[in-house]
C-alpha cells in the first residue's frame, strides 16, 4: 500500500491549521514547530498535539526562560515568564550567593537562570514529583546542580542548614477551588501537585515560610511568587515567621514576589 502523502507540506498550511485552531500567535508557534520537527511525520503529530489544546511549550519540548532554553516534558510544570521577574529579585538581593535552592523546582527552571546569571554555585533542586526531578537534573546539569526528590524541606541534605542565599519556591498557588477555572493547556496537561495550593492557595507557601529560616544563611533570602489577592497574607506568613518581609511587584509581568530575609 503507498504511504501516504504528508499532510502538510508549507509554513503556510501549519499556520492555517493552527490559526483555525484558534492559536493567536500561528505564524510563531508555526515557526517553533517547523523548526523542531524533523520529519513529515513528527510535524504532523506536533501540529495535531498543538490544535487539540497541547500546550506549545511541550509540543516543541521547550520553554524559554531568563534567556535559556528550558527542557520542558509531559507531565512536568512549564516554567512561565512572569517567574523571572522572581529570578530578577533574587539576583538583586543576594547578587554574591554561592548557595542557591530551588524548591518545588519543576523542570529546575529558576536554580538554572539563577546559576546562569551567578556563576559556579552550589546549586541544589527539590521537586516531590519524579518527572520534574528528572526533568530538573538535565536542565541543570550545565551548573553541576544536584537535584532531590522529596517533600519540601525533607528533599534537602542537612548539611544545607544555615547556610542557603537564595531559597527560591515557586510553590503552587492556585486555590483548589479554582484549578477547574485554569486555561485547558494549565489544568488537562501539567500535574495538579504544581498548581493545586490548599484551601486558600497559601498551604504550601505557609509551610515553606515555616521553615524557611532554619535553612537560610543570615543575610539570605526566600523568594516565592503568589498573587495580588493572596500577596497581604503571604506577607504575614513570612513575618509571622521571623522574616524582614517585602512584597515586590512587576507591572509588565503582572507579578507579586515575596522576599523575606533572615536577619
Not at 524548591?103 to 529546575?108: A, D, H, I, N, V
Not at 547556610?163 to 500535574?191: F, S
Not at 507557601?205 to 511568587?225: D, M, T
Request: hydrophobic share 45%.
Amino acid at each position: 500500500m503507498p504511504s501516504l502523502p504528508p499532510r502538510f507540506t508549507s509554513a503556510d498550511s501549519v499556520v492555517t491549521a493552527l490559526r483555525t485552531a484558534g492559536c493567536v500567535f500561528a505564524e510563531d508557534e508555526a515557526r517553533l514547530i517547523l523548526a523542531a520537527a524533523r520529519t513529515p511525520d513528527e510535524l504532523t503529530d506536533m501540529v495535531d498535539r498543538r490544535v487539540t489544546g497541547h500546550p506549545l511549550e511541550l509540543v516543541v519540548g521547550w520553554a524559554e526562560f531568563h534567556g535559556l532554553r528550558i527542557t520542558v516534558a509531559p507531565g512536568v510544570f512549564v516554567p512561565r515568564r512572569r517567574t523571572e521577574f522572581l529570578v530578577d529579585q533574587a539576583l538583586a538581593h543576594s547578587p554574591d550567593a554561592s548557595v542557591v535552592v530551588d524548591l518545588c523546582c519543576g523542570s529546575g527552571a529558576v536554580g538554572a537562570a539563577l546559576a546562569a546569571a551567578l556563576g559556579p554555585v552550589e546549586l541544589h533542586a527539590a521537586d516531590i514529583d519524579p518527572a520534574a526531578v528528572e526533568c530538573a537534573r538535565r536542565n541543570t546539569a550545565d551548573a553541576d546542580g544536584r537535584v532531590h526528590a522529596g517533600d519540601l524541606f525533607a528533599a534537602l541534605p542537612d548539611g544545607l542548614r544555615g547556610r542557603v542565599d537564595i531559597l527560591a519556591a515557586n510553590v503552587p498557588y492556585v486555590p483548589t477551588d479554582e484549578v477547574g477555572l485554569l486555561p485547558a493547556e494549565a489544568r488537562d496537561h501539567e500535574p495538579l501537585v504544581a498548581l493545586d495550593g490548599g484551601t486558600d492557595g497559601l498551604d504550601i507557601l505557609r509551610r515553606v515560610a515555616a521553615e524557611a529560616p532554619r535553612w537560610l544563611a543570615p543575610g539570605g533570602c526566600l523568594l516565592v511568587e503568589t498573587s495580588e489577592r493572596q500577596a497581604s497574607a503571604a506577607v504575614d506568613a513570612f513575618t509571622r515567621s521571623g522574616l524582614t518581609t517585602r512584597l515586590a511587584v512587576s507591572e509588565e509581568f503582572y507579578a507579586h514576589v515575596v522576599v523575606g530575609t533572615r536577619t
